[in-house]
C-alpha cells in the first residue's frame, strides 16, 4: 500500500515539473499557459524584445525596475532566472539577448540599494564570469564593461563570501592577450586593465571582502600593468623612430590606462602593504632583465614615488635598498643601474624622512659601499678590481648626496658626523682596503658637505666632528689630505670664494672677493679652535708625499679661514702661523727642493692676502716689496703659480731679501697699527710651542692671557689662592680696599701685569729657578725639624741626658724621608 502511495506522489512530482517546464518555455504573452507563470518571470520577459535589434524594451524595464523595488525579497529570483535566459542565449550565440540581459542588470543595480542586492550580486557576477569565459572577445569586452560599472556601485551592505579569484585571474590575462588582429588585441588588453582597476576599486575599500593584497593576487596584478606599460612604450619608440606620425589619445592607450591603474593601486595602498606593490615590481625587473639599461626601471619607480602617500615613500627607498643588498652578487652592471634609480628617486623621499629612518638609509647606503670596497673579483676572470665597481660606488655617493640634498639643514650636520663617524682612523695602513674605505666614506662626506650651506661655524664644526676630521687630515695619503681639505672648503666657503682662491696668486684684489665682518660668534670659535687647526694644516704640510694639488688646497683651506674668520684680535696667531711654514721651508731636511719652493709660493701669497683682507697697509706694502725683490733677483721660483720648476737652485742659497723677515714684519705690523705690546721681544720670534708640542691643549691664542682673572681661582673648591709675598693684608689694607683707593687699584694692576708677562716670556727653566728659589731655605727637614723642636721640650731634654747622641724620634720611624 504504501509503495502505490510513494509511486503516487513521484508521479504527481513529474507531471508538476513537465508542466513547469512547459510554462517556462511557454513566453508568449499570448498563450494561455504564460498566465500560469511568477510575475517576476513575466515582467522579465517582457523586457526582451521580439527582434533583437530593436533592443531593450524601456516600458517593461521600468515596470521590471519598479517591481524590484517593490518587492526586492524578489531580486535573487529575477538575478537567477535572468541568468538562466542569458546562459542559454549565450549556448545559443544569441548574443543580442545577451547584451540586452546585462543592460538590465546594469539598470537593476543602478536602481536597487536593498539588503538583499548581495543574492542578486552573486548571480551577476555569474553572469560576468560566463561572458569572461566566452571565447568572442565582444563578449569578454562586454562583461569588461559591465564589472567596471559595478565596481563604482556602493554597497549598503558587506559582503562576506564574495571572491574575486576568477576576475583577478581572467583581467591579467587578458592584459597579455595576443590577438593576431592588433586593434582587438589592444581592446582587449585595455579591458583586462579596466577590469583590474575595477577590481581593485571594488576589494580595497571594503576590509571585509577578500584581501586583494595577497601575493598571490599582486604577482599577477603587478607584472600584467608593468607588461603593457613596457610594451606599449617599446611600440612608441618604434613609431617614432620610424618617423611615423600618429595621433594618440594619451587617455585610451593601454599604456596610459595601466599607467594610471598602478599609481592608484599605489595610493590606495596603506604602510602595511606597500611592499606588496613593490616587491612584484622588482621580481619583473629582474625576471626580464630590465635593470640595464634602467630607463623603464626608473619611469617606474617614479610613478611609484609620486603616487604613493608622502608619508610613505621611505618604505620604496627601504625596500629598494634592500633589493640592492639581496642583489650583493650580481653584476656590477645590475648593481650601478640599482642604485642610478635609488639615487633619482631617493630626493623624494628625503623631505618625509625624519629621526631613526634618515640614519638608517645612510648607514646602508654606507653599508653597500664598504661591501663594495672589499669585494675582489675571481682571480679566473681576468678583471681588474675598478671594472664596473667604480661606477657602482660613484652611483652610491650621488645618491647619498641627492637623499641629503633634501634635508635641512640640522640632518645635514647629524649625517655628516654619521658618516665622519665611520670613517676608520688611522695615520697609515699597509691594508688597501682600509685606505679605500676611507677614501670612499671620505668622499661621500664631500658629496653631503656640498650640499650644506654654512651659517655660523660653530654649528658647523661641533666638536667631535672636528676632531675626527683634523685627525684624518694628517693621514699618510695625499688623496685622502686632499678629499678632508675639500671637505674643509665647502664648509667654510660661505660667499662662493673658493672658486677665486683654487689657485695660490699674487695677483688678487679686494673687489674680487665677497667678504663680510667677521661675527663675534666666529671669532670665538677661531680662538677656540686655530691651535688644533693650525697644528693639522702644518702637520699636512710636513708630508713628502705632497702634491701640487695637496699644497694648492692649503692655501685655499688658509685662504678661505683668512676672508671669513680672521679679524684684528686673531690675526697674529695666523701670522705665525705662516712664518712657521716659511720656516718649514727653509729648515725641514726631508722635504724635497721643489715642495720648499711651493711652500715658499704659497706662503708669499696668504700673507698678501691676509694685508689684502685685513686692510693692513703697511703689511702689504712690505709684502709686495718682498714679491719685487724675488722678481729682481731671479728667485721667481719662489712664487706662485705653483709648479714643476725646470730649472731650480739649492733651497739653501737663497738671495738676501726673498724672504719675509721677523724684524721688518714687526715693523709692519706696528704701522698697521696691531697691538703688540702683548708679545716677546722680538715680536714673532719663533713662537712655535703650538707646532712642536702638539700634545698641548692650548686653546686660543697668547693674547688671551692679557685678559686672564687671575682671582677667578677662588670660585674653584678646594683650591686655595696662593698670596704674593709683596701682599698688605694688614687692617689698613682691607680698608683702603674697601674704600676703592684708585692708586691700589693701579698697583695691583701693575703686578697683575708683571706677573703675566713673566709666565708668558721666561723660559720654563727659569720660571722653575724663580719658584723654588725661595723655597731653599724652607726645606722639608728644616720646617719639620722646627716643627718636632717646639713640641714637648721637656721630653727632649729628657732624651739628650740619658744619651750622648741624641736621634730625634721623627728620624728613627721615618728614616727614607731624612736622607741625603
Known amino acids: 500500500m504504501s509503495n502505490m502511495i510513494n509511486n503516487k506522489h513521484t508521479q504527481r512530482a513529474d507531471v508538476m515539473k513537465c508542466v513547469d517546464t512547459i510554462v517556462d518555455k511557454c513566453t508568449d504573452p499570448g498563450c494561455c499557459l504564460s498566465r500560469m507563470r511568477p510575475r517576476y518571470k513575466r515582467l522579465v520577459d517582457n523586457i526582451f524584445p521580439s527582434v533583437p535589434q530593436d533592443g531593450l524594451v524601456k516600458n517593461n524595464m521600468e515596470k521590471l525596475t519598479f517591481y524590484a523595488l517593490s518587492s526586492p525579497e524578489k531580486l535573487d529570483r529575477i538575478g537567477e532566472y535572468l541568468f538562466q535566459k542569458a ?83 581572467k583581467f591579467s590575462s587578458m592584459c597579455h592577450n595576443n590577438n593576431p588582429n592588433l586593434v582587438t588585441m589592444e581592446m582587449i588588453r585595455m579591458a583586462g586593465i579596466k577590469g583590474i582597476q575595477g577590481v581593485i576599486r571594488k576589494t580595497v575599500s571594503d576590509d571585509l571582502v577578500e584581501n ?34 600618429e595621433e594618440v589619445n594619451d587617455k585610451t592607450d593601454s599604456f596610459s590606462l595601466a599607467e594610471s591603474c598602478l599609481r ?81 628617486i631617493i630626493a623624494i623621499a628625503a623631505n618625509e624622512s625624519v629621526g631613526p629612518t634618515v640614519l638608517e638609509i645612510i648607514n646602508s647606503l654606507l653599508t653597500n659601499l664598504r661591501t663594495s670596497v672589499t669585494r675582489r673579483p675571481p682571480s679566473n676572470t681576468g678583471l681588474s678590481e675598478s671594472d664596473g665597481e667604480n661606477e657602482y660606488r660613484e652611483a652610491l655617493i650621488h645618491a647619498l648626496g641627492e637623499f641629503a640634498a633634501h634635508l635641512p ?49 660653530n654649528a658647523t664644526f661641533p666638536q ?18 686632499f678629499i678632508v681639505l675639500r671637505i674643509l672648503h665647502t664648509l667654510l666657503d660661505r660667499h662662493n670664494n673658493a672658486s677665486k682662491l683654487s689657485k695660490a696668486t699674487v695677483n688678487i684684489t679686494k673687489s674680487e672677493i665677497n667678504l663680510e665682518k667677521c661675527s663675534r660668534s666666529d671669532t670665538i670659535f677661531i680662538r677656540k679652535h686655530a691651535q688644533d687647526i693650525y697644528v693639522s694644516i702644518y702637520e699636512s704640510l710636513e708630508m713628502t708625499n705632497n702634491t701640487v694639488e695637496n699644497v694648492e688646497a692649503v692655501y685655499t683651506t688658509l685662504a ?147 685678559n686672564l682673572d687671575l682671582d677667578s681661582v677662588n670660585s674653584t673648591p678646594a683650591m686655595q689662592r696662593r698670596f704674593s709675598p709683596n701682599e698688605d693684608l694688614s687692617f689698613e689694607a682691607m680698608k683702603r680696599s674697601l674704600l676703592d683707593n684708585p692708586v691700589v687699584r693701579v698697583e695691583q694692576n701693575t703686578r697683575q701685569t708683571q706677573l703675566c708677562d713673566m709666565f708668558r716670556n721666561t723660559s720654563f727653566q727659569d720660571l722653575v729657578a724663580i719658584s723654588t728659589a725661595s723655597k731653599d731655605e724652607e726645606s722639608l727637614h728644616s720646617k719639620i725639624t722646627d716643627v718636632f723642636n717646639k713640641v714637648d721640650i721637656s721630653n727632649k731634654l729628657s732624651a739628650v741626658e740619658t744619651t750622648n747622641q741624641p736621634i730625634p724620634i721623627y728620624e728613627t720611624l721615618f728614616p727614607e724621608l731624612f736622607a741625603f
Open 87 to 169: 546562459s542559454r542565449d549565450i549556448s545559443r550565440k544569441r548574443n543580442e539577448f545577451v547584451m540586452i540581459a546585462m543592460e538590465a542588470m546594469d539598470q537593476l543595480l543602478v536602481a536597487c540599494h536593498a539588503q538583499t542586492l548581495n543574492l542578486f550580486v552573486e548571480s551577476y557576477l555569474r553572469i560576468v564570469q560566463k561572458l569572461l569565459e566566452s571565447s568572442e572577445p565582444s563578449l569578454q569586452i562586454l562583461a569588461t564593461q559591465s564589472f567596471v560599472r559595478f565596481s563604482n556601485i556602493e554597497e549598503d551592505t558587506p559582503s562576506y563570501h564574495r571572491r574575486y579569484d576568477f576576475f583577478v585571474s
Open 212 to 245: 586583494i593584497w595577497e601575493p598571490v593576487h599582486m604577482d599577477k596584478i603587478v607584472p600584467s600593468l608593468l607588461f603593457n606599460m613596457h610594451t606599449m612604450k617599446s611600440k612608441t619608440d618604434i613609431v617614432v623612430e620610424s618617423g611615423i606620425s
Open 264 to 344: 592608484e593601486l599605489i595610493g590606495r595602498a596603506s604602510f602595511g602593504h606597500v611592499k606588496s606593490v613593490i616587491r612584484p615590481v622588482l621580481k619583473h625587473l629582474d625576471a626580464h632583465h630590465m635593470w640595464v639599461p634602467n630607463v623603464f626601471a626608473t619611469q617606474c619607480f617614479r610613478i611609484l614615488m609620486f603616487s604613493i602617500q608622502s608619508q610613505y615613500s621611505y618604505a620604496v627607498v627601504e625596500t629598494l635598498m634592500t633589493h640592492l643588498d639581496e642583489n650583493g652578487n650580481a653584476s656590477p652592471k645590475i648593481r650601478t643601474s640599482i642604485a642610478d634609480v635609488l639615487s633619482k
Open 409 to 457: 639643514d640640522y640632518q645635514k650636520i647629524e649625517i655628516m658626523m654619521f658618516i665622519m663617524s665611520k670613517v676608520p682612523q688611522f695615520k697609515s695602513s699597509n691594508n688597501p682596503n682600509d685606505l679605500h674605505v676611507q677614501r670612499m666614506c671620505l668622499k661621500s662626506l664631500l658629496m653631503v658637505s656640498t650640499k650644506y650651506s654654512s651659517v655660523q661655524m
Open 464 to 481: 667631535s666632528f672636528l676632531d675626527l676630521l683634523l685627525k684624518t687630515l694628517t693621514a699618510s695619503e695625499d688623496e685622502i689630505r
Open 560 to 706: 678661505l679661514i683668512c676672508i671669513e674668520l680672521l679679524s684684528e684680535e686673531t690675526v697674529l696667531d695666523f701670522i705665525r702661523l705662516i712664518l712657521s711654514i716659511q720656516e718649514l721651508a727653509i729648515t725641514n731636511a726631508v722635504l724635497s727642493t721643489q715642495q720648499k719652493f711651493h711652500l715658499h709660493g704659497l706662503v708669499i701669497s696668504i700673507m698678501l692676502l691676509v694685508a689684502i683682507v685685513t686692510d693692513l697697509h703697511p703689511l702689504k706694502d712690505y709684502v709686495e716689496k718682498v714679491i719685487e725683490q724675488r722678481k729682481l733677483l731671479s728667485a721667481t721660483h719662489l712664487l706662485p703659480e705653483l709648479s714643476v720648476h725646470n730649472e731650480v737652485k739649492s733651497s739653501s742659497l737663497l738671495p738676501a731679501g726673498v724672504l719675509i723677515e721677523e724684524p721688518e714684519l714687526t715693523e709692519a705690523l706696528k704701522a698697521s697699527g696691531i697691538d703688540i705690546t702683548t708679545e716677546t721681544g722680538p715680536v714673532l720670534a719663533h713662537r712655535r710651542s703650538w707646532v712642536e708640542n702638539t700634545n698641548m691643549s692650548m686653546k686660543g691664542s697668547f693674547t688671551d692671557l692679557s
